[in-house]
């Protein structure tokens, strides 16, 4: 993992990326492979910055086209600290988020070595509001007490609360997922498709899906989202070129089934009712206490998950599981298509 552009309490930090020497994600708006949600749904994204940022220098309108180009019908901009208003292109709807980023050397516990406190929470959907905004860490530095003042902030704002890569310089871990649920967060980034995400973990950190499930097994009713964190767009091959790490998008999304109207969208996301992606494609998601059914674009394996645990396994096109099958308090479905790109649905709640 490689160490922050910047470790101090300021709005510039460069999060999700593409890995270096890796094939260009669209340097341009031709020859774009789009994927297109299903019937009923829509497709999303609730990470991605602009040249507000002050760590991209794509502005605004660009970074939008760009979006629009492969598909997408609506996108949160998610600037440092900062609410993005842009007009949206014809064909996408552009929503008001900010990013809550929080950058500092140390905070209790104390960061491991070579890395950071990089505590970082979006507010999604916000209320109009263009003043720069600006955190006063007071005298504390606890972690879950700096996480919850965003969480609280995002409130505050009309927004909701989604903890962004977790994992990231390991900011966040369940005791402080669990406290954050309880404290109104709404979202958790299962998978922020950047290089340093560190969505995977390791033999001493848990997996960002792993995070979730002792989270929902303790009883928290936190969502999971797939984002890009996105910083650059027409100029990764530039980026590339003078041998810097190009932080490309369209590698994580949310599809959501909701009407084309931003307070639908909201609504939708609130209620659990979208799957997250990082590229493999729903056509059919129905989960109910005495049937599940998930359907997908081409053939993939299908894992029905209870309480952390994987209790059933199919390949093809299509699963249908009875949830009654299982004693469990929870359950969900992971899809993995023939490329290794995954499908989350959100947790049936059992009990």
């Not at 209790?108 to 955190?135: I, K, N, Q, W, Y």
């Not at 931003?262 to 005495?290: K, Q």
């Not at 081409?298 to 599981?321: K, N, Q, S, Y």
Request: charged fraction near 25%.
């Amino acid at each position: 993992m490689r160490p922050p552009r910047m470790v101090v309490l300021v709005a510039c930090a460069a999060f999700g990326c593409d890995a270096a020497g890796a094939a260009p994600q669209g340097s341009g708006t031709s020859d774009v492979a789009v994927t297109r949600a299903a019937a009923g749904f829509l497709k999303g994204q609730l990470h991605a910055h602009t040249g507000n940022s002050g760590d991209s220098d794509t502005d605004p309108a660009e970074a939008a086209a760009w979006y629009a180009a492969r598909g997408y019908d609506f996108v949160v901009f998610t600037d440092h600290n900062v609410v993005t208003e842009v007009a949206a292109p014809p064909s996408m709807l552009v929503l008001r988020g900010v990013e809550l980023t929080q950058n500092l050397r140390t905070c209790d516990p104390a960061p491991e070595p070579g890395e950071a406190c990089l505590l970082h929470v979006s507010a999604l959907f916000v209320a109009p509001h263009r003043e720069r905004l600006r955190f006063t860490v007071g005298e504390g530095l606890r972690r879950v007490e700096l996480y919850g003042r965003a969480v609280d902030r995002a409130l505050a704002l009309g927004g909701i609360a989604q903890l962004d890569h977790p994992n990231f310089h390991h900011g966040a871990d369940v005791e402080i997922l669990l406290a954050l649920a309880a404290r109104g967060l709404t979202l958790l980034e299962v998978a922020n498709e950047a290089i340093d995400s560190d969505n995977g973990g390791d033999a001493r950190h848990a997996s960002t899906e792993a995070l979730w499930d002792a989270a929902l097994s303790r009883g928290a009713r936190v969502l999971g989202t797939a984002t890009d964190d996105a910083h650059h767009y027409g100029d990764a091959a530039r980026v590339r070129a003078r041998g810097g790490v190009a932080y490309t998008g369209d590698r994580g999304f949310v599809m959501v089934r909701a009407e084309r109207r931003p307070e639908a969208i909201r609504a939708a996301i609130a209620a659990g009712d979208f799957y997250a992606s990082t590229g493999a494609v729903l056509d059919r998601v129905e989960l109910g206490r005495e049937a599940i059914a998930v359907d997908a674009r081409e053939p993939c394996t299908f894992e029905v998950i209870a309480d952390g645990r994987v209790v059933a396994t199919t390949r093809g096109r299509a699963l249908r599981h009875d949830p009654r099958a299982a004693a469990a308090a929870w359950m969900r479905v992971r899809v993995t298509d023939a490329a290794g790109r995954r499908a989350f649905t959100q947790p049936l709640w059992l009990r």
